[in-house]
């Protein structure tokens, strides 16, 4: 069962595509770009069509989702952590 949504290789975070994920369960991310697959652990429960961290993400660092830039980290991401306004905010202003 597919799990993430990831589009390309170089994202730092995935699309959670199910119902429920819950803190401590083992997900299988989708890697579109090469038709491969990842396994994350969530670290916290993480709700449908939000982001989870497929790999770290320091502080200050550039998210990318789909291949584009969505943001910098305002705080440490950890690989299978929640992403979302709590710890990504635009560079728009």
Known sequence: MIHVLVHD????????????VKAGQELTGWVMEGDATI???????VPIGHKL???EIKKGDTV???G?????A?????L??????????????
């Not at 584009?68 to 910098?72: E, L, M, T």
């Open 9 to 20: 290789k170089k994202d730092t975070v995935g699309v959670v595509v199910v119902e429920g």
């Open 39 to 45: 396994k994350v652990k969530a670290l916290n429960d």
């Open 53 to 55: 961290a497929t790999k």
């Open 64 to 66: 990318i989702k789909y």
């Open 68 to 72: 584009h830039d969505i943001g910098r």
């Open 74 to 78: 305002v705080a440490d991401i950890r």
């Open 80 to 93: 299978g952590e929640h992403a979302h306004v709590h710890n990504i905010k635009t560079k728009r202003w």
